[in-house]
């Protein structure tokens, strides 16, 4: 079967990872904090700070932002950990529409759902396509409210002229396997906020005040057993072996995604005279990731049948939120939402694919009959 996604990885993540493993310090190191560095250089913010997941680096961002017994305007067309995290601090998830074309966030409808207990506005780069961020912070900043920045699918995606990472309150990354960053699994979090990243920091170690690196390798042997506990939390850092992968996947970033690029516009070539099937769009002043290529048909079902027998896999992100159990004290009218994603197919798109898996896909496609 050809995958939606598949890792792509060579000769030199071995290398790297072979490195470390013989180096005597595979946790939290010397790797893990250069590409903090290299990062935060990458895309214009002053700080970042690795985790485990992306899902950690959410949970995290919300607690340094004190959204608890409070309410925090997100979208419900994404993956569970996104309103997971909210639920997990003690906030409330307000879920607001989509615009149609781009699936992202819509700024008008997060205008109408701000009430004085709102303390964080959540939006997600949706399949790597940056929100309208002017509008956003508009709204925002005229408020005093914090914006957190989902971008797990937009690893390299540009604003205008910024790359997403320096534009919102904090920003939060996914490395897992399926990215376009991948460190087999781990996450990041970007902020030019110098307290909200000490406060990570801190976080992401149980809370504890001093990391073992910092205590056991750059700071000799004076007290090295002493540290503070400040307040609760979870163990989600990031190790050298993942920031090692992260390294080499960061300087073939760019690659990666213009190869997913040309993927993307070969797909729409090849597809934009099919009336049943509507491809996706990218507007003029952003620079999508390309994470996923989500289309859209009234047969979505029956096209996914057809794939798997012609081999090849495709798949739905997302369900929206709002219709899983857990959030069913939530729900409300999301009319966009709930008549765009039942059409919603994802088709295999990634930087490794072969041009016979392109065409083959292609091919696939274009012989299904609705």
Same mark, same amino acid.
């Given at each position: 079967m050809i995958?939606?996604?598949?890792p792509c990885?060579?000769?030199?993540?071995?290398e790297a990872?072979?490195?470390?493993l013989?180096?005597?310090?595979?946790?939290?190191?010397?790797?893990?904090?250069e590409?903090?560095?290299r990062f935060?250089?990458y895309v214009?913010a002053?700080h970042?700070v690795s985790v485990?997941?992306?899902s950690a680096?959410?949970?995290l961002a919300l607690?340094?932002?004190n959204? @608890?017994?409070g309410?925090?305007i /997100?979208?419900s067309m994404?993956?569970?950990s #996104? &309103?997971h995290a909210? !639920?997990?601090n003690? +906030?409330?998830?307000v879920?607001?529409?989509?615009?149609?074309?781009?699936?992202n966030?819509?700024?008008?409808?997060?205008?109408t759902r701000?009430?004085?207990?709102?303390?964080?506005?959540m939006?997600?780069?949706?399949?790597?396509?940056?929100c309208d961020?002017?509008a956003i912070?508009?709204?925002?900043n005229?408020r005093?409210i914090p914006?957190?920045?989902d971008a797990?699918?937009?690893?390299?995606a540009?604003?205008?002229d910024?790359?997403?990472?320096?534009?919102?309150?904090?920003?939060?990354?996914?490395?897992? @396997?399926?990215?376009?960053?991948? /460190?087999c699994?781990g996450?990041?979090?970007? #902020? &030019?906020?110098?307290? !909200?990243a000490?406060? +990570?920091c801190?976080l992401?170690?149980?809370g504890?005040s001093?990391?073992?690196?910092?205590r056991?390798?750059?700071n000799?042997?004076?007290?090295?057993w002493e540290?503070?506990v400040g307040?609760l939390?979870s163990?989600?850092?990031?190790n050298?072996?993942?920031?090692?992968?992260?390294?080499?996947?960061?300087?073939k970033?760019?690659?990666?995604?213009?190869?997913?690029?040309e993927?993307?516009l070969?797909?729409?070539?090849?597809?934009?005279?099919?009336?049943?099937?509507?491809?996706?769009?990218?507007?003029?002043?952003?620079r999508?990731?390309?994470?996923a290529?989500v289309?859209?048909?009234p047969?979505?079902?029956g096209l996914?049948?057809?794939?798997a027998?012609?081999?090849?896999?495709?798949?739905?992100?997302?369900?929206?939120?709002h219709l899983?159990?857990?959030?069913r004290p939530y729900?409300?009218?999301l009319?966009v939402?709930?008549s765009?994603?039942?059409?919603l197919i994802?088709?295999?798109?990634?930087?490794s694919?072969?041009?016979g898996e392109?065409?083959?896909?292609?091919d696939?496609?274009?012989?299904?009959n609705p």
């Amino acid at each position: 079967m050809i995958p939606i996604f598949r890792p792509c990885f060579d000769e030199a993540e071995v290398e790297a990872v072979r490195e470390v493993l013989l180096s005597g310090w595979v946790g939290p190191g010397q790797k893990v904090e250069e590409l903090e560095t290299r990062f935060a250089q990458y895309v214009g913010a002053k700080h970042a700070v690795s985790v485990n997941s992306c899902s950690a680096a959410l949970l995290l961002a919300l607690k340094t932002l004190n959204v @608890a017994g409070g309410e925090v305007i /997100t979208t419900s067309m994404t993956f569970v950990s #996104t &309103n997971h995290a909210i !639920l997990q601090n003690g +906030a409330t998830p307000v879920f607001c529409d989509i615009d149609p074309e781009t699936l992202n966030i819509d700024p008008k409808a997060i205008e109408t759902r701000i009430t004085p207990r709102t303390r964080a506005i959540m939006v997600v780069h949706f399949a790597g396509h940056p929100c309208d961020m002017d509008a956003i912070l508009a709204i925002a900043n005229s408020r005093g409210i914090p914006v957190v920045e989902d971008a797990a699918h937009a690893s390299g995606a540009r604003y205008k002229d910024h790359i997403i990472g320096g534009v919102g309150t904090v920003t939060c990354f996914s490395f897992d @396997a399926r990215k376009n960053l991948s /460190t087999c699994d781990g996450g990041m979090l970007t #902020t &030019n906020d110098a307290d !909200l990243a000490a406060h +990570a920091c801190k976080l992401r170690w149980l809370g504890i005040s001093r990391g073992t690196y910092d205590r056991f390798r750059k700071n000799g042997t004076e007290r090295r057993w002493e540290y503070e506990v400040g307040e609760l939390s979870s163990k989600c850092y990031m190790n050298d072996l993942n920031a090692a992968i992260g390294l080499v996947q960061l300087g073939k970033l760019e690659s990666a995604n213009a190869q997913r690029r040309e993927i993307f516009l070969h797909y729409k070539r090849a597809f934009d005279a099919l009336d049943w099937l509507q491809t996706p769009t990218e507007q003029a002043d952003v620079r999508s990731a390309m994470h996923a290529y989500v289309a859209r048909t009234p047969q979505r079902d029956g096209l996914i049948d057809h794939l798997a027998q012609r081999g090849i896999d495709a798949g739905v992100h997302y369900k929206p939120c709002h219709l899983f159990d857990v959030y069913r004290p939530y729900r409300t009218a999301l009319p966009v939402t709930d008549s765009v994603w039942p059409h919603l197919i994802t088709l295999p798109m990634f930087p490794s694919m072969t041009g016979g898996e392109i065409e083959q896909v292609v091919d696939a496609v274009r012989d299904f009959n609705p």
